[in-house]
């Protein structure tokens, strides 16, 4: 177990694959992907064919829902909106070179119960005063990682990270201080205020740390029926938490919007993009699949249990990311180690939960054990649900593109050059993508 949590930790830290003892070597040639069947997306579990938008949204969907639930993610307990605690503890203009109003937030999501607060970090554009459309995003390493502005507050839960364990708390706020903006790279903050969105992110740990305790920190335990020590095999595994963490920081600019906060309603929680990357991304295609106020996801690099396509097999599959990362997905997924052929649904579905709502799938040629191809025919297999919704789909693509050149239409795809991570050049993309859809 050890070794595969700091085979986890080593991931964050330096942002590169790196594979964990597995009983064989993971599969990279192209021959040796085993055959496989997707299920068709629009053909009901007992035979019937979808013929109409009705029938995918009254029928289908749900059905495919309710398995990405109790066999893959995990059921979300049930949350009542409007029950949760906040408090701003910080409001400033000018920040970011004058070109941002500044926010942190600290939202309990469970009313008189502070013991986890997930704390938001918020940039709205200076330059108007509409509402402007955002981008939600969790971050791996605290919000004082994703910026060097030194006013950012360090996000503590990072001291939930093994690596801290033991240490006491000043010493972790001190190491955290000294790494600010280490991520920096991969949030291009400034371009995307430029663009005319605002930026929101929280550390994922603030939510859920990310190891494997048998869910006894973070958001798990204080929905637990009396008795209960873990979630049952059909419930929520730590995606599913980053998940509903998101979907909390939405309620939060909803509620905000109706009443007072004098920034806060700048936000248009009708136009809000879900970003998330790798073990985040996978968390933003369930976030937007399984929480339709998401109007556009977007997901970097995400790989298996993510975007790509599961029966593939290709660089990591079930068994592996079931075997290093225990606590990610429900119990019930761990039949299907070594065992795709027979999950009755494919990643391609996950996407076709999101239709005709806008999705953006993005590899990196280096990012082999991702799989790019599979979230290339991820992203093609999902088409025939978003054209019956009226939309263009992947836009008739039927080929993988050439690096750095994007493809397809409300569903759109890209493989850059590089390794896995996010780049500028991810960012330009995804910018132009929401501009089409988030823009009026
Ligand atoms: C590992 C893991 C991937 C995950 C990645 C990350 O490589 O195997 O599934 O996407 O970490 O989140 O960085």
């Not at 079931?322 to 997905?329: R, S």
């Amino acid at each position: 177990m050890l070794k595969f949590r700091i085979y986890a930790i080593t991931v964050v830290l330096f942002g590169e694959f790196i594979m964990p003892s597995y009983a064989s070597d993971p599969n990279y040639d192209e021959s040796k992907v085993p055959e496989y069947t997707l299920p068709d997306s629009l053909v009901m579990r007992n035979g019937e064919r979808v013929h109409s938008s009705e029938m995918w949204t009254q029928k289908r969907r749900p059905e495919i829902l309710h398995l990405f639930r109790e066999e893959m993610f995990g059921k979300t307990p049930k949350y009542q909106q409007n029950t949760m605690d906040s408090e701003i503890v910080e409001m400033k203009e000018n920040t970011l070179n004058g070109k941002a109003h500044r926010l942190q937030i600290r939202l309990y999501p469970i009313k008189n119960n502070h013991s986890f607060p997930i704390t938001i970090l918020a940039y709205i554009p200076q330059n108007t005063s509409e509402k402007v459309p955002a981008f939600f995003a969790l971050n791996f390493k605290g919000n004082q990682a994703v910026t060097t502005d030194n006013e950012v507050i360090p996000s503590i839960s990072m001291g939930y990270d093994p690596k801290f364990k033991g240490k006491p708390q000043e010493e972790i706020l001190r190491e955290l201080t000294e790494h600010r903006g280490e991520t920096a790279s991969r949030w291009p903050i400034e371009m995307i205020l430029d663009r005319g969105y605002a930026f929101v992110t929280a550390c994922y740990y603030d939510i859920d740390p990310d190891f494997n305790d048998g869910f006894q920190n973070g958001v798990h335990p204080d929905f637990y029926v009396p008795g209960q020590t873990q979630p049952a095999p059909d419930e929520w595994g730590s995606i599913a938490a980053w998940a509903w963490g998101l979907s909390r920081i939405l309620d939060y600019f909803e509620g905000a919007e109706k009443g007072e906060g004098e920034l806060t309603h700048r936000i248009d929680p009708q136009k809000v993009a879900v970003f998330g990357h790798s073990r985040l991304g996978k968390a933003a295609l369930w976030a937007g699949a399984s929480e339709e106020r998401f109007v556009l996801v977007i997901s970097n690099n995400s790989g298996c249990g993510g975007a790509a396509l599961s029966k593939r097999a290709f660089g990591e599959t079930v068994g592996r990311i079931n075997t290093a990362f225990p606590h990610w997905f429900c119990e019930n997924f761990k039949k299907y180690n070594e065992n795709e052929s027979a999950l009755p649904f494919d990643q391609h579905e996950l996407i076709a939960l999101i239709a005709p709502r806008p999705v953006y799938i993005a590899s990196a040629l280096e990012d082999q054990w991702a799989d790019p191809k599979g979230e290339f025919l991820a992203a093609q297999y999902a088409s025939p649900v978003y054209e019956l919704l009226g939309t263009d789909g992947f836009a008739g693509t039927a080929e993988m593109p050439e690096p750095n050149h994007p493809v397809g239409g409300t569903i759109h795809y890209h493989i850059r050059t590089g390794k896995h991570d996010v780049t500028p050049y991810d960012w330009r993309q995804y910018l132009d993508f929401a501009d089409k859809y988030l823009k009026p």
